[in-house]
Protein backbone atom coordinates (compact mmCIF):
# COMPACT_ATOMS: atom_id res chain seq x y z
CA UNK A 1 0.00 0.00 0.00
CA UNK A 2 2.81 2.46 0.32
CA UNK A 3 3.83 2.18 -3.06
CA UNK A 4 0.49 2.83 -4.29
CA UNK A 5 0.31 5.68 -1.93
CA UNK A 6 3.64 7.39 -3.73
CA UNK A 7 2.49 6.18 -7.12
CA UNK A 8 -1.09 8.17 -6.72
CA UNK A 9 0.28 10.73 -4.84
CA UNK A 10 2.61 11.76 -7.75
CA UNK A 11 -0.32 11.16 -10.00
CA UNK A 12 -2.74 12.91 -7.68
CA UNK A 13 -4.99 10.81 -7.80
CA UNK A 14 -6.87 7.93 -4.82
CA UNK A 15 -4.65 5.14 -3.68
CA UNK A 16 -7.08 2.86 -3.17
CA UNK A 17 -8.55 3.42 -6.58
CA UNK A 18 -4.77 3.17 -8.19
CA UNK A 19 -4.30 -0.12 -6.37
CA UNK A 20 -7.63 -1.39 -6.89
CA UNK A 21 -7.07 -0.84 -10.68
CA UNK A 22 -3.20 -2.64 -10.49
CA UNK A 23 -4.72 -5.65 -8.74
CA UNK A 24 -7.38 -6.01 -11.74
CA UNK A 25 -5.02 -5.34 -14.71
CA UNK A 26 -2.70 -7.92 -13.07
CA UNK A 27 -5.59 -10.41 -13.18
CA UNK A 28 -6.70 -9.92 -16.22
CA UNK A 29 -3.39 -9.57 -17.89
CA UNK A 30 -1.51 -12.28 -20.52
CA UNK A 31 1.58 -11.19 -20.18
CA UNK A 32 2.52 -11.65 -16.21
CA UNK A 33 5.78 -13.06 -16.09
CA UNK A 34 7.11 -16.47 -14.42
CA UNK A 35 8.98 -15.89 -11.41
CA UNK A 36 8.09 -12.23 -10.71
CA UNK A 37 6.82 -11.63 -7.29
CA UNK A 38 3.24 -10.09 -7.47
CA UNK A 39 4.29 -7.68 -5.04
CA UNK A 40 6.58 -6.41 -7.84
CA UNK A 41 4.55 -7.12 -11.10
CA UNK A 42 1.76 -4.61 -9.61
CA UNK A 43 4.25 -1.81 -8.26
CA UNK A 44 5.50 -1.83 -12.14
CA UNK A 45 1.43 -1.71 -12.80
CA UNK A 46 0.93 1.25 -10.73
CA UNK A 47 3.65 3.16 -12.02
CA UNK A 48 2.55 2.06 -15.74
CA UNK A 49 -0.67 3.91 -14.77
CA UNK A 50 0.54 6.70 -12.83
CA UNK A 51 2.92 7.63 -15.56
CA UNK A 52 -0.22 7.30 -18.12
CA UNK A 53 -2.11 9.89 -15.99
CA UNK A 54 1.30 11.85 -15.70
CA UNK A 55 1.53 12.24 -19.27
CA UNK A 56 -1.69 12.74 -20.10
CA UNK A 57 -2.64 15.39 -17.97
CA UNK A 58 0.61 16.94 -19.35
CA UNK A 59 -0.75 16.93 -22.98
CA UNK A 60 -3.90 18.33 -21.71
CA UNK A 61 -2.17 21.33 -20.05
CA UNK A 62 -0.31 21.90 -23.06
CA UNK A 63 -3.12 21.85 -25.12
CA UNK A 64 -5.32 24.30 -23.45
CA UNK A 65 -1.74 26.41 -23.26
CA UNK A 66 -1.62 26.39 -26.86
CA UNK A 67 -5.48 27.24 -27.48
CA UNK A 68 -6.21 29.33 -24.53
CA UNK A 69 -2.78 30.76 -23.44
CA UNK A 70 -3.44 29.33 -20.04
CA UNK A 71 -0.94 27.91 -17.80
CA UNK A 72 -3.65 25.19 -16.49
CA UNK A 73 -6.98 23.37 -17.41
CA UNK A 74 -9.79 25.37 -17.04
CA UNK A 75 -12.29 24.43 -14.11
CA UNK A 76 -15.43 22.35 -14.94
CA UNK A 77 -18.79 25.30 -13.91
CA UNK A 78 -19.49 22.67 -10.72
CA UNK A 79 -15.77 22.37 -9.99
CA UNK A 80 -15.71 26.26 -9.97
CA UNK A 81 -18.89 26.91 -8.13
CA UNK A 82 -17.55 24.23 -5.23
CA UNK A 83 -14.42 26.54 -5.09
CA UNK A 84 -15.92 29.48 -4.87
CA UNK A 85 -18.14 28.39 -2.37
CA UNK A 86 -14.71 26.86 -0.36
CA UNK A 87 -13.69 29.86 -0.82
CA UNK A 88 -16.16 32.03 0.89
CA UNK A 89 -16.34 29.69 3.99
CA UNK A 90 -12.57 30.13 4.58
CA UNK A 91 -12.68 33.86 4.05
CA UNK A 92 -15.89 33.39 6.72
CA UNK A 93 -14.54 31.76 8.98
CA UNK A 94 -11.35 34.06 9.07
CA UNK A 95 -13.24 36.49 9.44
CA UNK A 96 -15.07 34.97 12.82
CA UNK A 97 -12.16 34.04 13.88
CA UNK A 98 -10.94 38.11 14.08
CA UNK A 99 -14.44 39.10 14.77
CA UNK A 100 -13.63 42.62 14.41
CA UNK A 101 -10.69 42.53 16.75
CA UNK A 102 -7.94 44.78 16.37
CA UNK A 103 -5.66 43.18 18.78
CA UNK A 104 -6.55 39.46 17.42
CA UNK A 105 -5.76 40.71 13.83
CA UNK A 106 -2.31 42.19 15.05
CA UNK A 107 -1.38 38.68 17.37
CA UNK A 108 -2.52 36.99 13.68
CA UNK A 109 -0.25 38.85 11.63
CA UNK A 110 2.41 38.91 14.20
CA UNK A 111 2.89 35.18 14.12
CA UNK A 112 2.63 35.43 10.73
CA UNK A 113 5.75 37.62 10.54
CA UNK A 114 7.34 34.86 12.71
CA UNK A 115 7.31 36.61 15.85
CA UNK A 116 6.99 35.02 19.55
CA UNK A 117 7.22 35.69 23.21
CA UNK A 118 8.22 39.24 24.35
CA UNK A 119 8.22 40.96 19.99
CA UNK A 120 4.89 39.89 19.80
CA UNK A 121 3.21 41.22 22.39
CA UNK A 122 5.22 44.80 21.47
CA UNK A 123 4.18 44.16 17.93
CA UNK A 124 0.24 43.67 19.34
CA UNK A 125 0.93 46.52 21.58
CA UNK A 126 0.43 44.65 24.65
CA UNK A 127 1.69 43.14 27.42
CA UNK A 128 2.43 39.24 27.53
CA UNK A 129 -0.63 37.99 30.29
CA UNK A 130 -2.85 39.64 27.91
CA UNK A 131 -1.12 38.01 25.22
CA UNK A 132 -1.85 34.04 26.74
CA UNK A 133 -5.46 35.10 26.80
CA UNK A 134 -5.83 36.49 23.41
CA UNK A 135 -3.34 33.58 22.01
CA UNK A 136 -6.14 31.17 23.93
CA UNK A 137 -8.73 33.31 22.45
CA UNK A 138 -7.81 32.50 18.89
CA UNK A 139 -7.06 28.86 19.81
CA UNK A 140 -10.36 28.51 21.09
CA UNK A 141 -12.13 30.28 17.43
CA UNK A 142 -9.97 28.38 15.71
CA UNK A 143 -11.06 25.15 17.04
CA UNK A 144 -14.78 26.19 16.38
CA UNK A 145 -14.06 27.61 12.89
CA UNK A 146 -12.34 23.91 11.99
CA UNK A 147 -15.52 21.93 13.10
CA UNK A 148 -17.87 24.24 10.93
CA UNK A 149 -15.52 23.60 7.86
CA UNK A 150 -15.10 20.44 8.88
CA UNK A 151 -18.95 19.90 8.63
CA UNK A 152 -19.09 21.80 5.73
CA UNK A 153 -16.67 19.63 4.35
CA UNK A 154 -18.37 16.30 4.77
CA UNK A 155 -21.88 17.71 4.03
CA UNK A 156 -20.53 17.87 -0.05
Do not use: Y
Not at 113 to 125: K, M, P
Amino acid sequence: MRMARWRAFTAGIDAADLLQEAILRALTSRSFPCGLKTEHFLMGVMRSIASAIIAKRERDEALCRDQFNLPVLPLAPDEACEFAERADAWRQALGDLTAGSQEIEKVIDGIDQGLCGRALAEFADTDQARLASVRKSIKRRATRACAKLNRLEEAA
